[in-house]
């Protein structure tokens, strides 16, 4: 095989051993790799009611047959296992020198199994797997931690790691690598403090196999050169995700006091000028040439990189108008190992429950130093609030109750990412059917909604919805390439079939990865989530916060502005009937066997009754 290394590492801490795994071509086109491959094997391999914080839970580390190939924006790799935080499919995209170390490794994937009896990381070097003491490193920052493994593995190494956070198993704990890349928002991270496993380090020396050496060095040329030469490149080098701020602000969509509001009076004091004015260096993925990771010196004089998600949920979303303190949040978030997102959804809503009555001695609006200690608090689980918070906004509110389950934002049990969505129902539907919970990865609408139809429940909207999830969803989280050439410059999608091709030498179409393999995903992903909460399972999994709903925005353009629930149950419904499920959100039976998923249909139907 060409382009797939055809090799897949396991590794069992408890029993201190690994093997390699070879696959087939078959098994490699039909699932191409990074998501499809992790989907695969977590639906087969994890037994319905896995803990997820047990050591039967699997941590999948996946790449594509495009991951590590110089090539742009190629460096990224999926993070997978079963979320502690929602109970269901989780994963995470990070992009990473480890992505390139691990391809030149010889292996496409890592599965990790087990627990260690004591903290360990693991050292992977050219498809062998070393369980290496973690001594001196737990409970160290991921920024520490990776300093001292590169001291010890050499500069050039690729390191994934937890911080903190990862270590308390704090729901929402990720990934992190190179002081500012992040990935795995469902709790991936607590899933490796689950297993005592600090650390991933990677180092490799071989080359990846291609089909067509010259060739593809030829066409990646041309691609480099064609994204350089995009309009839109100037200003994206300038600001990169961060030019959403005003955007959003424009548009009454950005999450300001946990998603009351869509404006935020001190917009500009956290948007992508701001972020201009105090931009020390940019610095991003490896093999990338529009690398959009814009760092700044936060108000503690430390570099600090920010993206949009970040600042809009530790800025607006808790009344926070100061990007230098956004910036150290941002900072801290990194370092212990939070996701940004979800930390900025539970300060939030900290902050609402502390107006409303039902926290006492908690935390206002804004309130940058009480913040910080709370994020601490969070990652170690310290305090009565810290260790609430550390569970996430769906089991805080279940905690506190009152009403606050309305406004707990989250779908499925994780966080809403920053977009309000009181006047955007396809975005709304975004969210509620995002294959991990709410995540606005898989189907970015917002921007098409809002110049074409922003009010409209339609079908314009779901066809939308779901041709971005096959894009987005399915095809750039198994190619594990970056979608951002894409979006922001409309770097063609029919580069990437073309790059497959002279990579692996076989014609996978752009049409097969869109309407075959990523319809497969995200059948194989909803059959995960069913066989977990079967008889539980309902289509409510599926719908957005109340507050959406039933309280109006109170300022701005769309003042007064609420989702229509009868006419989001039409969406829904519209979504599930193309995508061949039943009312219940369910693949019915006739739509697993033609995507030749027959076996999940018999198992399936052990946990619930399938539609034909
Ligand atoms: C992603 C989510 C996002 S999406 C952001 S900012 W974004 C937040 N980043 C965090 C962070 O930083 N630190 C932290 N402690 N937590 C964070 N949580 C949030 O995580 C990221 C870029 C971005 S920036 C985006 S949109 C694109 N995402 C891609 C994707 O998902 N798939 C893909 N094929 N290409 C993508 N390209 C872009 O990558 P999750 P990264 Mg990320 C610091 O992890 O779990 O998927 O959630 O990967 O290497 O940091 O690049 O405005
Ligand atoms: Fe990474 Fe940004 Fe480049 Fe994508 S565009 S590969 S996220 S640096």
Not at 134 to 144: V, Y
Not at 179 to 204: D, H, Q, T, Y
Not at 503 to 512: H, I, N
Request: net charge neutral.
């Amino acid at each position: 095989m060409y382009g797939w290394n055809g090799k897949i590492l396991r590794v069992d801490l408890t029993n201190k051993k690994h093997t390699v795994q070879t696959y087939d071509a078959g098994f490699a086109t039909t699932y191409i790799g990074g998501r499809g491959f992790a989907t695969k094997i977590l639906w087969e391999e994890l037994p319905k009611g896995t803990d997820p914080l047990g050591p039967e839970n699997k941590l999948v580390i996946a790449a594509g047959p495009l991951t590590g190939l110089p090539g742009p924006s190629l460096g990224k790799l999926v993070i997978a296992a079963k979320s502690p935080l929602t109970g269901g499919y989780g994963d995470g995209n990070i992009g990473t020198i480890a992505a390139v170390q691990m391809r030149r490794a010889g292996i496409d994937a890592v599965v990790i199994e087990g627990k260690a009896e004591k903290p360990v990381y693991l050292y992977v070097e050219n498809e062998q797997g070393y369980l290496l003491s973690a001594d001196g490193i737990w409970g160290e920052t991921t920024f520490e931690t990776e300093k001292r493994l590169k001291e010890a593995h050499g500069k050039d190494v690729g390191v994934l790691t937890i911080g903190p956070s990862g270590e308390n198993m704090v729901k929402y704990a990720t990934v992190i690598s190179q002081e500012g890349r992040a990935g795995g928002r469902p709790g991936m991270g607590a899933v490796m403090g689950s297993k005592k496993l600090k650390a991933v380090v990677f180092k490799g020396t071989k080359d990846i196999p291609l089909a067509d050496a010259e060739g593809y060095k030829r066409l990646v040329n041309e691609a480099y050169e064609d994204i350089k030469s995009r309009d839109y490149y100037g200003f994206w080098i300038r600001q990169g995700t961060m030019a959403t701020i005003e955007w959003c602000n424009e548009n009454s969509v950005l999450p300001t006091y946990n998603f009351r509001e869509g404006v935020f009076e001190l917009h500009r004091l956290i948007d992508g000028y701001a972020l201009e004015a105090m931009k020390v260096k940019r610095r991003g993925c490896p093999y990338c040439n529009m690398m959009c990771g814009n760092v700044v010196l936060d108000s503690e004089g430390r570099e600090s990189e920010l993206d949009y998600e970040n600042v809009a949920m530790l800025g607006s979303n808790i009344g926070l108008g100061h990007l230098g303190k956004v910036s150290v949040l941002n900072r801290m978030a990194d370092e212990l190992g939070i996701d940004t997102i979800s930390l900025g959804s539970c300060i939030g809503f900290a902050m609402e429950a502390t107006e409303k009555g039902l926290i006492k001695d908690g935390i206002e609006w804004g309130d940058y130093e009480k913040a910080k200690t709370l994020t601490q608090d969070i990652a170690y689980r310290r305090g009565e609030l810290g260790s609430l918070l550390a569970e996430g906004v769906k089991a805080a509110s279940q905690k506190i109750g009152g009403d606050s389950h309305r406004w707990a934002m989250h779908v499925k049990g994780l966080e809403i990412s920053a977009y309000d969505c009181h006047m955007v129902p396809g975005m709304a539907l975004t969210f509620a059917t995002s294959s991990i919970g709410a995540h606005h990865k898989e189907a970015w609408v917002i921007a098409w909604e809002i110049k074409t139809d922003r009010a409209g429940y339609t079908e314009a909207k779901v066809d939308k919805v779901i041709e971005f999830q096959r894009i987005r969803g399915g095809m750039f989280e198994s190619l594990v390439t970056c979608r951002l050439p894409w979006i922001e410059l409309g770097f063609e999608l029919e580069w990437y079939p073309r790059l497959l091709k002279a990579a692996s030498g076989m014609e996978v179409s752009l049409d097969y990865m869109l309407y075959t393999l990523a319809d497969r995903i995200y059948a194989l992903i909803r059959a995960f989530w069913v066989r977990e909460y079967a008889q539980n399972w309902s289509r409510q999994m599926d719908y957005p916060p109340a507050r959406w709903f039933e309280e109006p925005i109170t300022k701005g353009p769309y003042k007064g502005a609420v989702l229509d629930k009868t006419k989001f149950d039409t969406l829904l419904d519209m979504y599930y009937s193309k995508r061949g499920w039943d009312n219940r959100g369910i693949p019915t039976k006739t739509t697993l066997e033609k995507l030749g998923l027959t076996e999940v249909a018999q198992q399936l139907s052990q946990y619930v009754t399938l539609t034909p």
